[in-house]
T-cell receptor, first 117, second 113 residues
């Protein structure tokens, strides 16, 4: 069974500072990993994903994440925070279903990112 | 190319009534997933459907909840005899046969009075 742990339900950073949101996962097979962002009263938008290949993945809005198999981690970073980055961020893991189709996603509980002016 | 469409966006029901939430997947997608989001919590998987088939309903409550994805028309999540604890945001997502990426709708927010 797969699971996701996001450390810190709330993270506060100053505008212009480094953003680091932590995600650790467990999976019985090589996972696909995702970060989604959710703005208030909206759906989830994909920030980036890791499937295979390069372990450093670049996404939208200047975010990137690095898959570290030895640490079972997929932390999300951004060099310089903007006020518009304030939102809820979800890490998710997927295992491919043998019969085809995605296995759905298992989500972490989310991290609320607060940007201080 | 329209995204995943959910309606209604907001639904208010009194205890004991029925709630029906609809989801039209992205064009060309045949896999539909329903998730529930409670305040201050992440998204919890409820059910995974393909056309006319329930593939995995391990996250669905045993009673009062049902889902379908008919050959024609949208997927429907049905909650009978709603209780206050059913108040949540319900998200639908869809994917294609060849991709693990899920595309999410804007969600349907159910409030039970």
């Amino acid at each position: 069974a797969q699971s996701v742990t996001q450390l810190g339900s709330h993270v506060s950073v100053s505008e212009g500072a480094l953003v680091l949101l932590r995600c650790n996962y467990s999976s019985s097979v090589p996972p696909y990993l995702f970060w989604y962002v959710q703005y208030p009263n909206q759906g989830l938008q994909l920030l980036l994903k890791y499937t295979t290949g390069a372990t450093l993945v670049k996404g939208i809005n200047g975010f990137e994440a690095e898959f570290k198999k030895s640490e079972t981690s997929f932390h999300l970073t951004k060099p310089s925070a903007h006020m518009s980055d304030a939102a809820e961020y979800f890490c998710a893991v997927s295992e491919w279903r043998s019969g085809g189709g995605a296995d759905g996603l298992t989500f972490g509980k989310g991290t609320h990112l607060i940007i201080q002016p | 190319n329209a995204g995943v469409m959910q309606n209604p966006r907001h639904l208010v029901r009194r205890r004991g009534q029925e709630a029906r939430l609809r989801c039209s997947p992205m064009k060309g997608h045949s896999h539909v997933y329903w998730y529930r989001q409670l305040p201050e919590e992440g998204l919890k998987f409820m059910v995974y459907l393909q056309k006319e088939n329930i593939i995995d309903e391990s996250g669905m409550p045993k009673e009062r909840f049902s889902a379908e994805f008919p050959k024609e028309g949208p997927s429907i999540l049905r909650i009978q005899q709603v209780v206050r604890g059913d108040s949540a945001a319900y998200f639908c997502a869809s994917s294609s046969d060849s991709s693990r990426e899920l595309f999410f709708g804007e969600g349907s927010r159910l409030t039970v009075l």
